[in-house]
């Protein structure tokens, strides 16, 4: 028997013990003995069932660059990974230190548009909108779980390859909910599609998630030249005779390896944990397997989420004169349902009453 498969039978328990506190929870917000808060503005829900890698953030980005268009929009998150607590306003003077990587990272992309973190999200909304009382809608990152508030559109993520369906609860799996849970959400959308997604394929993945009775939509990833660190202007064109050292942490880095490895001659992989706090120690080891590859044409490739963990680094990185690029990602929705799906919130919008 193999450590892995011993490891998961002895946490099996603990799942239970998990999961079985998880489903008492959600049972008493069910039927109100615990409250949920609503607001008279409309407030939108991105979050997943699962521990990351369901692709939260550039799904936010994307909902973000098109909701800010059309309505005075603001983006609450928890800020996980930072070493301060309460409500802020996160700033581009921010490190993630200060507010969590991905709000600083939607700040530097969004930075006309309100970012704020709070762990507390029923008390930190009413905070934000009495600080900017123009806001309109307010977008949450990663709330699916968080309870106390009680979206007016709830987003459900699931990645394509591993559905979540076909997971279990944390420690044993990944997952923080039963799959049950997804009748909570009002829209599904599944993530990180291969290219070619057939028409058969859609409705076997209707059939999976058991969303039959509800809008479910698939995406993928659009990867952008990658920019240097420093210097957007700057863009490394990739080849198959370039090495890359790929830097990443961040949740599930499968789709990204693959993608490189079409386009560059040879990938390593230098991985760390989701929202891994980078070290001098990790950015001098990164700059030995830099200097052992042998190939003239070599560069290192971060996420746009990994790069603003780096900025605090900024001196000692300067010092190492390592070619560091960042690769930018949108999402693009299959079976050209990008309209589709905008209509769809624009809708749930118009309808609204406070």
């Given at each position: 028997m193999s450590e892995n498969k011993l490891a998961r039978i002895l946490l099996f328990p603990v799942s239970l013990l998990y999961g079985g506190l998880i489903a008492l929870r959600n049972v008493l917000y069910h039927y109100g003995i615990l409250k949920s808060v609503q607001f008279n503005i409309p407030v939108i829900s991105i979050g997943n069932l699962t521990v990351g890698g369901t692709g939260k953030t550039p799904h936010t980005a994307h909902l973000l660059r098109y909701l800010k268009s059309y309505i005075p929009v603001a983006t609450m998150s928890r800020g996980y990974g930072r070493k301060s607590r309460g409500f802020k306003i996160v700033h581009t003077r921010h490190t993630a230190d200060d507010v969590g990587d991905e709000p600083l990272l939607l700040?530097?992309?969004?930075?006309?548009?309100?970012?704020?973190?709070?762990?507390?999200?029923?008390?930190?909304?009413?905070?934000?909108?009495?600080?900017?009382?123009?806001?309109?809608?307010?977008?949450l990152d990663d709330a699916f779980q968080h309870r106390s508030v009680d979206p007016y559109i709830n987003i459900l993520l699931s990645c394509y390859d591993t559905p979540y369906t076909k997971d279990w609860m944390v420690p044993t799996g990944r997952l923080r909910e039963w799959p049950a849970a997804h009748r909570r959400a009002d829209v599904i959308i599944v993530t990180k599609c291969p290219d070619k997604v057939t028409e058969e394929d859609r409705q076997r993945m209707k059939v999976e998630l058991k969303v039959e009775d509800r809008p479910i939509f698939f995406t993928k990833y659009v990867y952008v030249r990658p920019y240097f660190l420093w210097d957007n202007k700057y863009r490394l064109e990739f080849n198959t005779e370039t090495q890359i050292i790929l830097l990443s942490g961040i949740a599930g880095?499968?789709?990204?390896?693959?993608?490189?490895?079409?386009?560059?001659?040879?990938?390593?992989?230098?991985?760390?944990?989701?929202?891994?706090?980078?070290?001098?120690?990790?950015?001098?080891?990164?700059?030995?397997?830099?200097?052992?590859?042998?190939?003239?044409?070599?560069?290192?490739?971060?996420?746009?989420?990994?790069?603003?963990?780096?900025?605090?680094?900024?001196?000692?990185?300067?010092?190492?004169?390592?070619?560091?690029?960042?690769?930018?990602?949108?999402?693009?929705?299959?079976?050209?349902?990008?309209?589709a799906f905008t209509q769809f919130i624009t809708n749930r919008l118009l309808e609204f009453k406070s």
């Open positions: 700040k530097y992309k969004f930075p006309d548009v309100i970012v704020s973190v709070s762990e507390d999200r029923a008390t930190g909304v009413p905070k934000l909108l009495g600080m900017a009382p123009s806001i309109q809608a307010v977008l880095t499968d789709y990204l390896l693959n993608y490189l490895a079409e386009k560059v001659k040879t990938v390593h992989n230098y991985a760390f944990r989701d929202h891994h706090d980078f070290t001098e120690r990790d950015i001098g080891q990164l700059e030995l397997m830099y200097n052992d590859l042998a190939d003239e044409k070599k560069a290192i490739i971060c996420t746009e989420k990994d790069a603003v963990r780096l900025l605090k680094h900024r001196k000692y990185l300067v010092e190492k004169k390592l070619p560091i690029f960042v690769l930018p990602v949108d999402v693009k929705f299959l079976f050209n349902e990008e309209e």
